[in-house]
């Protein structure tokens, strides 16, 4: 497969271990930010080839996993109580809300669909004036452009059925809440790719400098991430604090200008909880007032409250790297993807959920 | 093929609850064409249950079908219903012989949509060498159905050569792949409401009964196990031996084929190609002294042409199925939760 298959090669990923291993003199620790990274580490069982002194730990990009509970419980309310046709991601419904999921909710009767994209709902909500559609918009700057749109067409189309519920968050303020946190422990990041093919990468050179810490943009496949790994440990052993593109032939410095521009026409950047975590501020995106109409917090104007997390869950630990899944008391025991504590068990691209399903420590 | 058996000239276009009654509406369904599509001399009986003669080991299977849609490239629910069947029974080590068809349709499905759901079963009995002798047909009312669901259940006579148990799963027997993983699985998905996407990737059911007969004939009692990895893909398949006969076993992830637009498609989808569902192929475990014959064996007949070992049993990490990756690493292949979700991004 072309652009694939070059990225999967073994020798190629062999030869990036023994680099990395020959110029690793001590121990490093680093992050890789995205879900999708941490999926395709322990996929490809990376973990168990890298060096010992090589810790990679696995951050919050994981949109699923950082999704407030209150929110689910509202998509689940909105499901059941208001009657609307609640359309998300795959892996949303999974994610448990205080009392049920939407998996949960489908099951009682509610209208919830999986869709691939938000401009789905809205042919849905074209072909059925009479409901109401919502889209759960989650996830980081990688969906946001095509939720943004799915508001652009709607309101284009003068549809007045469609509105998103919205929880995007952004990965920069999410680096540096974890920097922030005097337990970390992270040398240096494996900047997320898919997000930068958007946003380009410009936010980053400030945060590699405040803290003094090497960013690499990587990507996906075996062979990226390894070489991503190998350039992070490169910059460290050398004292050097520098942003570098290792996914070159998909992220451009600047992104993609078009899909920003629509983000920017209809999102502006806001403070935001992350399950877990809590507030970060300046770290979400939330709907301009000119698309209030398309508002499904304002449209449906319920109040959930909130809930307490479960206090044996770690996911706030875990997602911004200070504890690994199988440190968790309750790891594989009480929480497990069948009954999950806390969220980064159940999509998989959490990080509990790619230890268990992948990981040889899951079962040992 | 359908033009071979047009529909007959009907009263009704659809399906409507009385057709499910008993009465005279049920009567003039199954005389529409029912019966005579689906002849044979014991179904012509016409009697509560059909009497029949087997002699000696038999193996008996049952399996449902719900699903959505109906229709799906290449193929259809009716196909899949006989085929279902007919491959659990060659999974037995048996020669299917005699079916039940049982239908509950949903009020209002078309005639011509039923029809051509029967028109597949047909065609997809004498493939595979069955026979329909007792079926039953209910209706239920809008809404409380999706089409049409079929339960197929199947008697066959087992091999005198074949010995399929879990019991003679050995450490170092080799795991065989008669084909590409994921292809009906994606298939279906490419035509799901919500999630189409362009693709000539189509379903590869088909009856496996005679490849496994050929295989038994061949290889007979060194043919350990044979399972089709329907629902829960390979992963749940090998999941469940492993569990069973506290064994361990190893995946080598290069030589699991698969087919490059299914790999694509799956990429796109988020899916893990080991958990999506499949019809048309079967795992077998082997006396690892015979395996390559029996691949190259396989690889002659059209049910196997992509044919692989792709793993064996250990002794080592027993209950557990571990994939060496094609990059050289290891990971444990778990049972699947639930059905797989498409990931976000």
């Not at chain 1, 050097?240 to 950047?269: D, H, L, S």
């Not at chain 2, 074949?162 to 993983?181: F, Y």
Request: charged share 20%; glycine share 8%; proline share 5%.
């Amino acid at each position: 497969m072309k652009y694939l298959s070059e990225y999967r090669n073994p020798e190629v990923v062999v030869q990036y271990l023994d680099k990395i291993a020959k110029i690793a003199t001590q121990k490093w620790t680093i992050m890789e930010v995205c879900g999708g990274q941490t999926h395709s580490l322990v996929k490809n069982g990376l973990l168990n080839l890298l060096p010992e002194n090589v810790q990679m730990v696995h951050g919050p990009g994981c949109p699923v996993c950082v999704t407030p509970l209150h929110l689910i419980d509202k998509a689940v309310y909105l499901a059941e109580e208001k009657g609307v046709i609640l359309c998300s991601f795959g892996d949303m419904l999974r994610v448990p809300g205080s009392k049920k999921s939407l998996l949960e909710a489908k099951a009682s009767g509610a209208d919830v669909r999986i869709l691939y994209s938000p401009l789905e709902a809205v042919k849905l909500a074209k072909e059925n004036p009479q409901k109401e559609i919502v889209f759960f918009a989650v996830g980081f700057e990688t969906t946001a452009p095509a939720n943004a749109l799915s508001v652009i067409h709607a309101q284009r189309e003068g549809l007045k059925n469609y509105s998103i519920l919205t929880s995007h968050v952004l990965v920069p303020p999410a680096i540096e809440a974890v920097m922030n946190d005097d337990a970390t422990a992270i040398q240096g990041f494996l900047a997320a790719g898919h997000v930068c093919t958007i946003m380009g990468i410009d936010d980053y050179y400030p945060i590699s400098k405040k803290y003094h810490i090497p960013m690499i943009v990587t990507g996906f496949e075996p062979v990226d991430l390894v070489q991503g790994i190998y350039m992070t440990i490169r910059q460290l052993e050398e004292g050097k604090a520098e942003v570098e593109n290792q996914y070159g032939r998909v992220v451009k410095p600047e992104g993609n200008p078009e899909a920003r521009k629509v983000i920017e026409t209809v999102f502006k950047i806001c403070d935001r909880e992350w399950r877990g975590i809590g507030v970060i501020p300046n770290s979400g995106y939330e709907l301009r007032p000119e698309f209030a109409d398309f508002d499904a917090n304002i449209k449906f104007d319920v109040k959930i409250d909130k809930v307490e997390e479960s206090k044996e869950c770690i996911a706030g630990l875990v997602l911004k790297g200070i504890k690994k899944p199988y440190e968790c008391s309750q790891f594989g025991k009480k929480c497990t993807p069948t009954s999950p504590l806390g969220a980064p068990m159940v999509s998989s691209e959490g990080a509990c959920a790619a230890y268990y399903h992948f990981s040889q420590i899951a079962n040992n | 093929m359908q033009l071979q058996c047009p529909m007959p000239k009907v009263d009704f276009e659809m399906i409507t609850l009385g057709h499910g009654s008993g009465g005279l509406l049920t009567n003039k369904l199954l005389a529409s064409g029912v019966f005579d599509l689906l002849k044979n001399d014991l179904l012509d009986e016409r009697h509560d249950g059909a009497f029949i003669n087997l002699q000696g080991k038999t193996a008996f299977s049952t399996d449902s079908f719900v699903i959505s849609p109906i229709f799906f490239p290449n193929s259809n629910i009716g196909e899949l219903a006989v085929n279902g069947t007919v491959n659990d029974l060659a999974m037995c080590g048996a020669i299917p012989r005699y079916l039940s068809l049982s239908f509950i349709l949903e009020e209002g499905l078309s005639m011509q949509e039923f029809w051509e759901v029967l028109v597949s079963i047909k065609f997809a009995c004498e493939k595979a060498g069955v026979c329909v002798v007792t079926g039953d047909t209910k209706v239920v009312e809008k809404g409380k159905g999706d089409k049409i669901f079929i339960n197929t259940s199947g008697i066959g006579t087992v091999h005198p050569q074949a010995n399929i148990s879990l019991k003679n799963v050995n450490a170092e027997d080799s795991l065989v792949i008669s084909g590409n993983v994921a292809t009906h699985g994606i298939a279906i998905m490419s035509v799901r409401e919500g999630l189409q996407f362009d693709t000539d990737i189509q379903s590869d059911t088909q009856a496996l009964n005679s490849a496994v007969l050929t295989l038994i004939e061949k290889f007979g009692n060194d043919v350990h196990l044979l399972k089709d990895p329907t629902r829960g893909g390979v992963a749940a398949v090998l999941n469940e031996i492993a569990r069973d006969t506290h064994l361990g076993i190893d995946l080598f992830q290069k030589n699991i084929p698969i087919d490059e637009q299914v790999e694509g498609a799956c990429e796109i989808l988020g899916l893990d190609p080991l958990y999506v569902a499949n019809e048309g192929i079967f795992l077998s475990i082997v006396n690892s002294e015979i395996a390559e014959d029996y691949v190259q064996l396989l690889r002659t007949l059209p049910e196997g042409k992509n044919a692989q070992i792709i793993g064996k049993i250990v002794d080592a990490h027993p209950k557990q199925v571990i994939l060496q990756s094609s990059i050289g690493g290891k990971r444990v292949v778990n049972m699947p939760v639930g059905e797989q979700l498409p990931r976000i991004c």
